[in-house]
């Protein structure tokens, strides 16, 4: 009787393997793809940034989520980001401000690590490298009710075409029905000097949201 319970037995387990194995491969996270967008508190940091304040940009794009298992993913992104600072103008004629507006191709390519709730929200933080591929420059005056404004090549300020970063962020992503909605909050580190005459870099804090679809395999 002994012999027979345990044959029984492991006709059940071994025939209920390929259903688990079947049941894990289904249940398994999907690809995503999401699009966001949000707000940059962008500003620049190093020896040679003296006074500079907040410019207020944007940023938006697309990100694409390749689950590696145990909550790990891989999460390259591609993005339009507005970067640059202000500073405050004050001669003895005008009192304003100036503002260095610069676009940014950024593609950062991030680890990412996401937990799972019990109500199936998703909290997640993520860092990693990024490249950024200049788009253009401009530079802003404000003062005295007058606004102009100028290319940064037209005013002999030479910002470099590259801009290496790092970043770091988290978030959390909201279930509906098989996709998800996003808010989250990042911070990028510049690693790159703005041009080769001065030590400034980019320091950026985004608030952004989105909406990830979730890719049948």
């Known amino acids: 009787m002994?012999?027979?319970v345990l044959t029984v037995a492991a006709a059940i387990v071994m025939g209920g393997i390929p259903a688990v194995a079947a049941a894990q491969t289904s249940s398994a996270d999907p690809i995503r793809l999401g699009i966001l967008g949000g707000v940059n508190s962008a500003t620049v940091g190093g020896k040679d940034a003296e006074d500079a304040d907040r410019l207020t940009a944007f940023l938006f794009g697309v990100s694409v989520l390749k689950p590696l298992g145990g909550g790990w993913g891989i999460r390259p992104e591609l993005l339009y980001s507005r970067r640059g600072a202000e500073a405050p103008i004050d001669d003895e004629d005008v009192t304003g401000k100036a503002k260095i507006k610069i676009d940014y191709l950024d593609v950062p390519?991030?680890?990412?690590?996401?937990?799972k709730t019990g109500g199936g929200v998703r909290p997640h933080v993520y860092a990693g490298p990024s490249v950024g591929f200049k788009v253009?420059?401009?530079?802003?005056g404000t003062g005295a009710g007058v606004t102009a404004s100028m290319d940064c090549d037209d005013a002999d300020l030479?910002?470099?075409s590259v801009d290496f970063a790092g970043v770091v962020g988290g978030g959390v992503a909201l279930p509906i029905g098989n996709h998800f909605a996003t808010l989250g909050v990042r911070y990028q580190h510049g690693f790159t000097d703005l041009e080769s005459e001065s030590v400034v870099k980019h320091r950026v804090l985004s608030v952004y949201a989105g909406f990830e679809f979730s890719l049948t395999r």
């Open 2 to 4: 002994h012999m027979r």
């Open 109 to 115: 390519v991030l680890v990412q690590y996401e937990g």
């Open 136 to 140: 253009r420059c401009k530079l802003e």
């Open 158 to 160: 030479d910002i470099k």
